[in-house]
């Protein structure tokens, strides 16, 4: 696999430097070099609205021969400097998505004494306000479309504002539109294929996304949401944590004068409602927003598993089918401030609440060789308090940047499920005995401290310092029996990372992060514990795991990062990085306590003696951006240590009978090389394509039990076209979907699926309805097929275990969204922008 890896990178080098030669620029290389030390400054705004444009394309075209000598983006606060151009005349061109060309020029880079005065080195062209494009200039709408996906140097940006398939629904269905990031039936997150994946809310860890490390995003309300960041290989600047990269979820964030706000409410089958509201005032130095939002919803997911058992001398089966379904109820609350003492500096504070309800009822009917119904009902009730305090001042200057910022997290859980054995009524869930508690009680304090400094213009340096102190502590009772479970880790970080351009094409960007972890853990039975009524497998697995208690493991690391950035054109940029990664157990993975207890077939819970995995990572990026076409590919290879599977299969004796467990252990070593590629494509101002696929392919090894070892690989697809009929309607069309996928013990046929959403705007865009079809075919479902040499502990005979399930997560529907925005929406002439400062709705570049 790994020969036939390398010949695949060797062969993606040559592509890459294939389109390069078919989409460079060569021209203005055959030219007499002249010096480059012109600079050009300025802004990108919206003319009706004056919001700053990130991302906006500046193109330095030489107004002799019409080359792109060079050229830049536009940052969060539309800003742009644009620095070493060689002297001449210019034009400059400014672009971006769904906005009218604008050309300035032409411009003289010449010292004065050169031009009779009118040229000079400097220039600084101000405020550049752009027109949205339209292709009858006699429509009342607007047409132009603002792209949805944004590929930078270092991450990809996926904007949420105009996609209607995910309008109205949680953070499940948005996720599940970003190129290279997929969410799986149980709503795990997973970058290329990678589940060790980071999930941020405004730049910080939140209880909104759950206190394991592997956040959950059902809490999440699409229309709380501004963009979606995606990092795939983040320097040292960053947390270790999540191989596989990190998402964060950037939320509204009110910057428009006077009051605004908006106000949007969904309806759908399977009573699924949504109901949201955001407002903000500004004023002089003063900024306060809040907002608000419930969601309550039914999912209906049914399948089945069905077993084989082929022995030496005959064969059995075992045959379930199974329903879930799922309701939940969330409330949640954001409310926050800023104050701006000086034009440079902001003074930060954000608090958000959530309480959720969740009821999930299952079915588990056995009907060969035996016929008998299982039912559980299982209610979580809990709730979250984020508080977030931060300063930052940017010294009135690019160059340089002191941030810092305290956040307090509290959350806690309560689970109770009830048991019920041979029901025959169907509604009976009521009648069962309480056979499980699960309590639990998160706290979480973090301080971090960042630095930046552009010491000159080729060099740049960042540093700080990070704590992060949390305890968990659980109170499970099964069978009347108390078990106090209580974990620490604390984790006390430092890192430097260094920038330097070495020419105007080529630059470097190398540091390091320090840190020191203490982690803790304890099992213990409560003293108050009587002698049990009655013992089973359950009650033994955790009896073994308290015998095992206590557990601590101090541990400390360098993890390095290295990054380097080749400039082929003004639009089009190689990038390959490297760094040291760490994935650290999360709750889940290291709890003793099984998932279920009514399912006595399949037994899953945690390992807590589980090491972290280590993980060296590179990457090699290509990207090719202009007005119609942004052409974005990239490899990655990577060698874990110490990995972390889930797929460990235990066979444990108990009174006679031989039980499986499925729960999670360290195998030796694993390497894995993925592909992605994301195209988007807007041949008219009315149609955009966008079309993305990501593979891997990896391999584990070295580990002496068999189901530890073994191959994997699969490939992710999406696409999505999007129609802006102009004074009709808009329409979107999103697919995607899975081919066939490999693992180590089985496999799994690919499944598609598709979401139609048709957006009409009225009140000069004020009021706007979706109508979205959730799941078109009805084809969304996970199917698994596997296979297991498993040997009897106690005859130790062998035999082999085949198993086929179907799942699903939920079922088709329909639904309406209607969104109203209100306000002024007018940004302050005076805005901190063109200082290179502000706050921007919690972006990356500010926290970590």
């Keep these: 696999m790994i020969k036939s890896s390398k010949k695949l990178i060797f062969l993606s080098v040559c592509t890459i430097f294939l389109i390069q030669n078919i989409f460079g620029h060569e021209g203005h290389s055959k030219k007499p070099k002249m010096p480059a030390i012109g600079v050009i400054q300025g802004s990108v705004t919206d003319s009706s609205s004056g919001a700053p444009i990130e991302y906006a394309s500046i193109s330095m075209i030489d107004n002799h021969d019409g080359d792109v000598v060079t050229g830049g983006l536009s940052d969060k606060n539309g800003s742009f400097n644009i620095s070493e151009i060689p002297l001449g ?5 400014i672009e971006f998505i769904g906005y009218s060309k604008k050309e300035i020029g032409p411009i003289n880079i010449f010292p004065g004494q050169m031009t009779g005065g009118k040229g000079k080195i400097k220039h600084f062209l101000g405020e550049i306000p752009m027109k949205v494009s339209s292709v009858n200039l006699d429509a009342i709408e607007v047409v132009g479309d603002e792209s949805q996906f944004i590929q930078t140097v270092d991450k990809q940006v996926f904007k949420v504002g105009k996609n209607l398939t995910a309008a109205g629904g949680t953070g499940f269905d948005l996720l599940r539109k970003v190129p290279t990031v997929d969410v799986n039936i149980d709503g795990e ?30 809490n999440i309300q699409v229309s709380m949401v501004e963009k979606v960041e995606v990092i795939t290989n983040p320097s040292a600047k960053y947390d270790p944590d999540g191989v596989g990269g990190i998402i964060n979820i950037v939320l509204k964030r009110g910057s428009f004068d006077g009051l605004n706000g908006s106000i949007s409410g969904m309806a759908g089958e399977y009573e699924k409602r949504n109901l949201n509201g955001n407002v903000n005032y500004r004023q002089n130095k003063w900024n306060v927003f809040a907002g608000a939002s419930s969601y309550t919803g039914n999912n209906i997911g049914k399948g089945y598993r069905n077993f084989t058992y082929n022995y030496s001398d005959s064969s059995a089966s075992l045959k379930q089918n199974t329903m879930r379904t799922k309701n939940p109820a969330n409330v949640g609350l954001r409310m926050g401030g800023d104050y701006y003492p000086s034009k440079s500096s902001t003074f930060s504070y954000t608090y958000s609440f959530n ?74 869930y009521n009648s069962g005995s309480t056979d499980t508690d699960f309590k639990e009680k998160i706290n979480s304090q973090t301080f971090r401290l960042d630095y930046e400094d552009g010491v000159n213009d080729k060099l740049s340096i960042e540093t700080g310092f990070k704590t992060t102190l ?40 190398a540091g390091a992060r320090y840190e020191q972890v203490e982690t803790n853990a304890s099992l213990v039975p409560s003293s108050s514990n009587t002698a ?30 290295l990054f380097l950035i080749y400039k082929l054109s003004p639009m089009q940029t190689i990038q390959f990085g490297y760094s040291q990664k760490v994935n650290r157990p999360g709750r889940r993975t290291i709890s003793p306590f099984p998932r279920n207890t009514y399912d006595i077939t399949r037994i899953r819970n945690g390992n807590p003696y589980l090491d972290p995995e280590y993980s060296d990572v590179a990457e090699l ?16 290879y990577k060698l874990i240590k110490d990995n972390i599977m889930w797929w460990d299969r235990d066979m444990v004796e108990f009174q006679g009978d031989v039980y499986e467990i499925l729960t999670a252990d360290n195998s030796e070593n694993s390497e894995s ?85 048709l957006q009409k705007s009225f009140l000069n865009n004020k009021l706007s309805v979706t109508l979205k079809f959730d799941d078109i075919f009805d084809t969304k479902k996970f199917v698994i097929n596997t296979e297991n040499v498993i040997t009897n502990p106690i005859s130790q005979e062998t035999y082999i275990q085949l198993m086929d399930a179907e ?28 200082f290179g400062g502000g706050r921007s709705g919690g972006g990356m570049d500010m926290d970590y």
């Design 807 to 834: 799942r699903r997560r939920g079922q088709r529907y329909m639904s309406v969204n209607i969104n109203y925005n209100f306000g002024k929406q007018q940004k302050k002439k005076w805005n901190r922008r063109n």
């Design 470 to 509: 949390k305890s968990f502590s659980t109170d499970y009772t099964y069978l009347n029996q108390l078990y106090i479970n209580d974990y620490s880790e604390d984790i006390y970080a430092g890192y430097i990372s260094t920038t330097y351009d070495i020419t105007d094409q080529f630059g470097i960007k």
């Design 621 to 636: 990026k290509y990207s090719s951006n202009s007005r119609k076409l942004n052409f974005n590919a990239g490899l990655s």
């Design 89 to 93: 005349e210019y034009i400059v061109v």
């Design 355 to 428: 309480d959720h309800t969740e009821t999930t009822k299952e079915e588990l009917e056995f009907y060969e060789p035996f016929s008998r119904l299982s039912k559980s009902k299982s209610e979580n009730l809990g709730n979250h308090h984020d508080h977030s305090f931060s300063y930052e001042n940017n010294f009135g200057t690019k160059d340089k940047k002191l941030s810092t910022g305290i956040d307090i997290n509290f959350e806690e859980d309560d689970v109770t499920q009830y048991n019920i054995e041979n029901s025959s009524i169907i509604d009976d």
């Design 189 to 218: 997150v997973s970058i290329a294929g990678d589940a060790n994946v980071t999930i941020l809310i405004d730049g910080k860890r939140s209880g909104l996304t759950g206190s394991n490390r592997r956040g959950v995003v059902d």
């Design 673 to 757: 090389i993925g592909s992605s590629l994301v195209i988007v494509y807007r041949p008219i101002p009315i149609v955009s394509l966008m079309l993305s696929r990501w593979s891997w392919n990896n391999r584990t090894y070295g580990n002496g039990e068999s189901d530890l070892n073994g191959d994997s690989n699969g490939a992710y697809y999406r696409s999505m076209i999007t129609l802006n009929l102009p004074r009709i309607a808009r329409m979107e069309l999103s697919m995607g979907g899975r081919g066939d996928m490999k693992f180590t013990t089985g496999g799994s046929p690919g499944n598609f699926s598709a979401d139609l959403g």
């Design 532 to 561: 049990p009524d009655s013992i089973n497998i359950i009650s033994t697995i955790i009896d073994n795991a308290v015998e095992l208690s206590p557990y601590e493991k101090p541990y400390s690391k360098i993890y390095p990062s």
